[in-house]
């Protein structure tokens, strides 16, 4: 069974960094899509940055690219995204979700009903 737990939430200040983290168990597939979407209550949950695992690529959505980096640590079965010159308009509670894939073009083609398992999410809060 395919457990992922996300740490690291909290408030942070306009303009501030925050690392986000999560740990997964019971996930062996080798080709792999790891991404965290976040959601605003009221609004649908969207895609952030993926991690295509065959070849440690990304890929990011356009709020994102140039200001959060995704990563993998194999050795902890870590999934992390590292948040810079973070917005109010961050704030949302984040996931993190994995599925089996074949190429990064298909992990950014996948939308929530794709994949298979998500954390219980975390808060980002960003005050304005």
């Known amino acids: 069974q395919v457990q992922l737990t996300e740490s690291g939430g909290g408030s942070v200040q306009a303009g501030g960094s925050l690392k986000i983290s999560c740990t997964m168990s019971?996930?062996?597939?080798?080709?792999?899509?790891m991404s965290w979407f976040r959601q605003v209550p009221g609004q649908a949950r969207e895609r952030v940055a993926s991690?295509?695992?065959?070849?440690?690529?990304?890929d990011y959505t356009d709020s994102a690219k140039g200001r959060f980096t995704v990563s993998l640590d194999n050795a902890r079965a870590q999934l992390a995204l590292q948040m810079t010159s973070l917005k109010p308009e961050d704030t949302a509670l984040y996931f993190c979700?994995?599925?089996?894939?074949?190429?990064?073009?298909?992990?950014?083609?996948?939308?929530?009903?794709?994949?298979?398992?998500w954390g219980q999410g975390i808060n980002v809060t960003v005050p304005s």
């Open positions: 979700a994995v599925r089996s894939a074949v190429t990064l073009s298909s992990c950014a083609s996948f939308g929530v009903p794709a994949y298979t398992s």
């Open positions: 019971g996930y062996t597939g080798r080709s792999s899509c």
């Open positions: 991690l295509f695992t065959y070849d440690s690529s990304a």
